[in-house]
């Protein structure tokens, strides 16, 4: 197989999309004026269609393991960016949550990996329920550095240890900071780690966020929990107007919430949608 030569183009630990990788290496190589083509890297790597390969750049479709590695060595890629760009091919494709979270977990690992530095604490942060409710709590509640006082407010409970890294965590993240009195108190700031990392930190939260839902059956009485559902069908256009209505619910939720000065306690409410069967189309009425 032929390969190009190395040179100082992207490295891939800076990446968390690999089709986002290969376009940028590519692109830097045409500026460097190599004579490179679709059709050479096809050639070269054993791609029959370099129609395929543009739908692979285009995330419409996906790469083997086998073929990322003819890949990484016709990118020159060293051993650690061979295993990495590999780690980074099934992140990208892993269709479960939990396949795609040890990929990502297994990225991490790497000491060259930019999510390291950039991702690995907003990741952290969705990972673990109580951090939301912990700034929430930080809201009602004035502290200093007696993290017991927060410790044990939390349902179900956490330590004092777990609440003190939690606030550390957001104020690294600039979603907690001091006020002029010293207590730490949420800042107006957001979380963005880029579609890959948020996609996946923020799944993690929902699935988080059900298993305290599951919980909540067992911990609470029934006139301090409400749990509703409806099955219902409804067409293409009517369940988008479901699900505005459910946004439009959620804005009010947060409005009763912003005008409430007297709360005192921190509520989790879940709003679900989702369908439980495959469509009935026309034809399938005939």
Request: charged share 30%; aromatic share 12%.
């Amino acid at each position: 197989m032929s390969t190009i030569k190395r040179g100082s183009y992207p490295t891939v630990f800076q990446y968390t999309d690999y089709r986002k990788f290969l376009l940028d290496t590519l692109a830097y190589l045409l500026d460097e004026g190599r004579k490179l083509s679709y059709r050479s890297i096809c050639d070269a790597v054993g791609i029959k269609s370099t129609g395929h390969f543009t739908l692979v750049l285009q995330g419409k479709a996906n790469i083997s393991i086998p073929l990322a590695m003819k890949l990484a060595r016709f990118l020159k890629l060293k051993k650690r960016e061979s295993d990495y760009f590999q780690a980074l091919v099934l992140f990208n494709q892993a269709k479960k949550h939990a396949d795609k979270r040890d990929y990502f977990v297994k990225m991490m690992s790497f000491k060259e990996s930019s999510i390291r530095l950039v991702s690995a604490d907003q990741y952290e942060y969705y990972d673990k329920w109580y951090h939301a409710v912990i700034r929430a709590l930080l809201e009602i509640v004035p502290v200093k550095d007696d993290f017991s006082v927060i410790a044990k407010m939390v349902d179900p409970p956490v330590s004092a240890d777990e609440v003190r890294k939690s606030i550390e965590l957001m104020v690294t993240l600039q979603l907690v900071k001091k006020d002029d009195l010293g207590n730490f108190r949420p800042a107006e700031a957001i979380i963005d780690s880029g579609p890959a990392i948020g996609s996946l930190a923020v799944t993690n939260y929902a699935m988080n966020m059900l298993e305290l839902g599951k919980q909540a059956f067992d911990r609470f009485p029934l006139e301090e929990r409400i749990f509703s559902w409806a099955t219902l069908g409804v067409s293409e256009k009517g369940y988008e107007q479901v699900v505005q209505e459910l946004r439009e619910f959620r804005r009010k939720v947060y409005e009763i919430a912003k005008n409430d000065a007297n709360a005192n306690r921190i509520y989790q409410v879940n709003i679900q949608a989702f369908p439980v069967s495959k469509p009935h189309d026309e034809e399938d009425r005939r």
